[in-house]
T-cell receptor, first 115, second 111 residues
């Protein structure tokens, strides 16, 4: 079993739809959870960053972490064509950016929002 | 791209040729990382650095070496390129307690 599982999609939705993207993980030590957005032929850009369980909202984006189920989600409200990209989840067990602490990435979900 | 540049942005080389990729940052971050991204595998860590001359291996370090002689520069070297090293290479930077920010990537094709 991979440490982080993410459905690659593709996921196609009409403009204005609510999108739900998810990752599951097996390592109960993960405490830091991130979502990155990656446009075609570009580098990943940080979208959301949460620590431990709970919700975090930023504009149209909401990140949820359920550590008891080892499940994280990213919700996009009122989706726009400009949201069409690949979304990567990432997580870490230790404090970020310390020797010996690595970010583990999901393989990414490709989202297409049609107008 | 958070003050990160990568060079070259595209490179085509032949099997057995040495290749060096450069990552340059203007943010003065202590941590720098090299990842490769391949279909079906996602992003995988090759090497990282936690200071000048301080480096460590990641998940897929075989066939790669790194050097960091200045805070702002982190070099990735493929000693003898193989076709399996055809990939997109990303550099990332970070500060303790915060997450990582990625560069624009280098597309490498090994023929």
């Amino acid at each position: 079993q991979k440490e982080v599982e993410q459905d690659p999609g593709p996921l196609s939705v009409p403009e204005g739809a609510i999108v739900s993207l998810n990752c599951t993980y097996s390592n109960s030590a993960f405490q830091y959870f991130m979502w990155y957005r990656q446009y075609s032929r570009k580098g990943p850009e940080l979208l959301m960053y949460t620590y431990s369980s709970g919700n975090k909202e930023d504009g149209r984006f909401t990140a949820q972490v359920d550590k008891s189920s080892k499940y994280i989600s990213l919700f996009i409200r009122d989706s726009q064509p400009s949201d069409s990209a690949t979304y990567l989840c990432a997580m870490s067990g230790g404090a970020l950016n310390q020797a010996g602490t690595a970010l583990i990435f999901g393989k990414g979900t490709t989202l297409s929002v049609s107008s | 791209d958070a003050g990160i540049t990568q060079s070259p942005r595209h490179k085509v080389t032949e099997t057995g040729t040495p290749v060096t990729l450069r990552c340059h940052q203007t943010e003065n971050h202590r941590y720098m990382y090299w990842y490769r991204q391949d279909p079906g595998h996602g992003l995988r860590l090759i090497h990282y650095s936690y200071g000048v001359k301080d480096t460590d291996k990641g998940e897929v370090s075989d066939g790669y070496s790194v050097s960091r002689s200045k805070t702002e520069d982190f070099l990735l070297t493929l000693e003898s390129a193989t076709s399996s090293q055809t990939s997109v290479y990303f550099c990332a930077i970070g500060t303790s307690g915060e997450t990582q920010y990625f560069g624009p990537g280098t597309r490498l094709l090994v023929l």
